[in-house]
């Protein structure tokens, strides 16, 4: 490791978490920095001038540079160990469901639990309410999606747990949050299962982290 690791976090956030996660299962120690999105503590001259002009959360602070993305985090952290496929397709494979995690499964799954724990439904804009039924109907169908492709296997790529499996248990595991029925995906939650029984596997503790 290329010098002292401090990751810049919401406690709360999956995204946050799923570093968290990788780190544990590597036995890599980080120091924690707790920012309160809800208050705007990433929207501080200092945060955007110093930690990410970007304004978001989770950035891995690697000595003295700064990784924004949290997937990119996962992948810098992971980098060489048994967490990536040594098989060129497999990896490339790992890689495909850590983007698809972004584009189809977090904007709908994590936004909803946002929307719902956080923000609160009768705050949302119009604009929100709007979106409600697509990011619920999108929801799911991510979760389906999974659920078929599990069928047939116990981890999503390479057939060992790798970072696809730590990136899209994040925000899974919590979907309830979001009005998610995990009951109605067997198949995820026996995966679930799987994961949270792995050596080295932490819970997502946010209120612990936050008083930390």
């Not at 590597?26 to 001259?45: A, C, F, K, Q, S």
């Not at 804009?125 to 990011?135: F, G, I, M, R, S």
């Not at 169908?141 to 999974?146: D, E, F, K, P, V």
């Not at 925000?171 to 949050?177: G, I, K, L, N, S």
């Amino acid at each position: 490791m290329d010098g002292q690791l401090i990751l810049h976090e919401d406690a709360r956030s999956g995204n946050c978490y799923k570093i968290r996660l990788t780190a544990a299962h590597l036995d890599v120690p980080l120091t924690r920095h707790n920012y309160d999105i809800m208050r705007g503590e990433t929207r501080t001259p200092a945060f955007l001038g110093t930690v990410n002009a970007n304004g978001r959360i989770p950035v891995l602070q690697v000595g003295d540079r700064f990784l924004p993305e949290s997937n990119a985090a996962c992948f810098w952290l992971a980098d060489g160990s048994h967490l990536i496929p040594h098989d060129r397709f497999a990896r490339a494979d790992m890689l495909h469901w850590m983007f698809w995690e972004q584009y189809n499964h977090e904007p709908n799954v994590a936004t909803l639990r946002f929307w719902r724990v956080f923000v609160g439904e009768d705050r949302l804009t119009e604009a929100q309410q709007v979106q409600l039924p697509a990011k619920r109907t999108a929801g799911e169908a991510a979760l389906r999606l999974m659920d078929e492709h599990l069928a047939g296997r116990d981890w999503f790529a390479g057939g060992a747990f790798s970072l696809a499996d730590i990136c899209l248990y994040a925000y899974t595991h919590v979907a309830e949050d979001g009005g998610f029925d995990l009951g109605a995906y067997p198949h995820v939650g026996r995966w679930l299962a799987a994961v949270a029984a792995l050596p080295g596997h932490i819970a997502m503790e946010p209120e612990a982290a936050l008083a930390a």
